[in-house]
T-cell receptor, first 114, second 110 residues
Framework: DTAVSQTPKYLVTQMGNDKSIKCEQNLGHDTMYWYKQDSKKFLKIMFSYNNKELIINETVPNRFSPKSPDKAHLNLHINSLELGDSAVYFC?????????????FGSGTRLTVV | EDQVTQSPEALRLQEGESSSLNCSYTVSGLRGLFWYRQDPGKGPEFLFTLYSAGEEKEKERLKATLTKKESFLHITAPKPEDSATYLCAVQAYSNYQLIWGAGTKLIIKP
């Protein structure tokens, strides 16, 4: 039973294309996150949704648009992909603020833009 | 500005050789400090949350401690399966974001 599952695991696409990454959690958490991990391994928050409401929207290009149809799903759509978007994107879920149990992360989507 | 610095960047140990990883932080009002483990090709896995200076938490060969400026992750008699990148993150009372360090890559040689 995968707690946080994201698809696809690998995504190779050309510049200018539009792509989506899907995320689902079966932990009953009310908050979900999208993180970007660059080549230096820094994790940067992109978006956070609490009960389908956007609560964190960091400075990311508006080509990135999250969508949360319900509190178990948070998808990420990226328009007009650029070379600099290449990274590993992680979905996570948890209680708002982390708490004693931290966040549960998905296994990541490695996006390569060529 | 809230900031997290982890050292060393990489640490190679022989199996059984104990050591410590450091996480120094600057945050305006610490709500919590988190330790995670990340294996290659996987997402970070939660280990501990520490809330106040003097607090300690243990899990198998790992023990995390916290002061007002830094946290240590002590690893006692490590095994090769402890090899991973260990990430530290802090959270301030002012918002719900986690500020992450770049991690320490730990390699345990048999």
């Amino acid at each position: 039973d995968t707690a946080v599952s994201q698809t696809p695991k690998y995504l190779v696409t050309q510049m200018g294309n539009d792509k989506s990454i899907k995320c689902e959690q079966n932990l009953g958490h009310d908050t979900m996150y999208w993180y970007k991990q660059d080549s230096k391994k820094f994790l940067k928050i992109m978006f956070s949704y609490n009960n389908k409401e956007l609560i964190i929207n960091e400075t990311v290009p508006n080509r990135f648009s999250p969508k949360s149809p319900d509190k178990a799903h948070l998808n990420l759509h990226i328009n007009s992909l650029e070379l600099g978007d290449s990274a590993v994107y992680f979905c996570a879920s948890g209680a708002l603020g982390g708490s004693n149990y931290g966040y549960t992360f998905g296994s990541g989507t490695r996006l390569t833009v060529v | 500005e809230d900031q997290v610095t982890q050292s060393p960047e990489a640490l190679r140990l022989q199996e059984g050789e104990s050591s410590s990883l450091n996480c120094s932080y600057t945050v305006s009002g610490l709500r919590g400090l988190f330790w995670y483990r990340q294996d290659p090709g996987k997402g970070p896995e939660f280990l501990f949350t520490l809330y106040s200076a003097g607090e300690e938490k243990e899990k198998e060969r790992l023990k995390a401690t916290l002061t007002k400026k830094e946290s240590f992750l002590h690893i006692t008699a490590p095994k090769p399966e402890d090899s991973a990148t260990y990430l530290c993150a802090v959270q301030a009372y002012s918002n719900y974001q986690l500020i992450w360090g770049a991690g320490t890559k730990l390699i345990i040689k048999p």
